[in-house]
C-alpha cells in the first residue's frame, strides 16, 4: 500500500502534525519509532529523524526502501535568510541546495555534488498542490514565498554567514536537512517536497528566539498540511 511520508527533525514539529492525524498507530524499525495516520483520507507514515542532513538522509531511505512511501514530504522550521521574511512565514521550495558541500577545489561551484548539480528540483506537482493549500488559509497575518531552501549540518547564527549564504545562492531561508532529504529522493526518483515556516533569524542571539516560535512554526506548517489533503 502506497502511503506519503513525512519527516520532520524535532519532537515540536511531530507532535503538530500528529495532532491533526488520526487512526494514528505507533511502529519501530531499526529503533526508529514511526506514527501510521491518516490525514483526511490519505495514509502517512511519520517519522521525527532528529537534526541534521545523515539523520535526514538516513530516515529518507528507510521510508523509500522499508515503508513503501509514494511520495515524501519534509516540513519544519527554519532561519530566515531574506530579511522579508518574519516569524511564521512560510517558505515552499522550488530547489534546495546543500550550502557546506564544498568541492570548488576541483573548479565546480559552492554546493555542487557530483552525479546531482548545484540545485534539486522539489517536484512541480507537489509544489502547485502546496501552493494552493498555502492559498486556502492565508490570511494576511503571514507569507507564503516559493524559493531556495539553502541546507547545511550548521545552526546558523552568524550574520555574515546568513548574508554570505544570502547572496550565493538567493535563498530564503536556511536549516539542516531539506537538501540531503531531496538528494536521497532524486537519487531514487521518488517525488519530494520541503515545506518550511520561519522561527528565527540569524543574528547571533537567535537560538532562544528559535525555542520561543518553533512551536509557532511547526502549527503553521500543521495548518498547510490538513489542507494539501
Known amino acids: ?13 511531530l507532535e503538530e502534525i500528529l495532532k491533526i492525524m ?17 490525514i483526511n483520507a490519505t495514509d502517512i507514515i511519520i517519522v521525527e529523524s532528529g537534526v541534521g542532513k545523515v539523520n535526514a538522509a538516513r530516515i529518507t531511505q528507510i521510508l523509500i ?21 518574519n516569524i511564521g512565514d512560510i517558505v515552499i521550495a522550488n530547489k534546495l541546495v546543500q550550502h557546506d558541500f564544498d568541492i570548488t577545489a576541483f573548479n565546480h561551484n559552492k554546493g555542487y555534488i557530483t552525479g546531482v548539480g548545484d540545485y534539486i528540483e522539489s517536484d512541480k506537482i507537489l509544489i502547485e498542490k502546496f501552493k494552493n493549500s498555502a492559498d ?7 507569507k507564503i514565498k516559493l524559493g ?20 550565493k545562492f538567493n535563498a530564503e531561508c536556511i536549516e539542516m536537512e531539506g537538501a540531503a532529504i531531496a538528494q536521497v529522493c532524486y537519487l531514487d526518483k521518488i ?4 515545506i518550511r515556516s520561519i522561527s528565527d533569524t540569524p543574528n547571533g542571539n537567535n537560538a532562544i528566539i528559535f ?6 512554526a511547526s502549527k503553521r506548517c500543521s495548518e498547510i498540511l490538513i489542507n494539501f489533503f
Not at 526502501?65 to 521574511?85: F, M, P, T
Not at 486556502?136 to 503571514?142: A, L, P, Q, S
Open 1 to 13: 500500500m502506497k502511503r506519503t511520508g513525512i519527516i520532520v527533525a524535532m519532537k515540536e514539529e
Open 22 to 38: 488520526k487512526n494514528i498507530i505507533k511502529k519501530e524499525i531499526y529503533n526508529i519509532q514511526y506514527f501510521e495516520g491518516n
Open 65 to 85: 526502501d522499508k515503508l513503501d512511501v509514494k511520495e515524501i514530504i519534509n516540513v519544519g522550521s527554519a532561519g530566515a535568510l531574506n530579511e522579508e521574511l
Open 136 to 142: 486556502k488559509i492565508e490570511n494576511g497575518t503571514y
Open 148 to 167: 531556495t531552501i539553502a541546507s547545511g549540518d550548521i545552526f546558523c547564527t552568524d550574520v555574515k554567514m546568513k548574508d554570505k549564504i544570502r547572496e
Open 191 to 194: 517525488p519530494f517536497i520541503v
Open 211 to 216: 525555542d520561543e516560535f518553533v512551536k509557532l
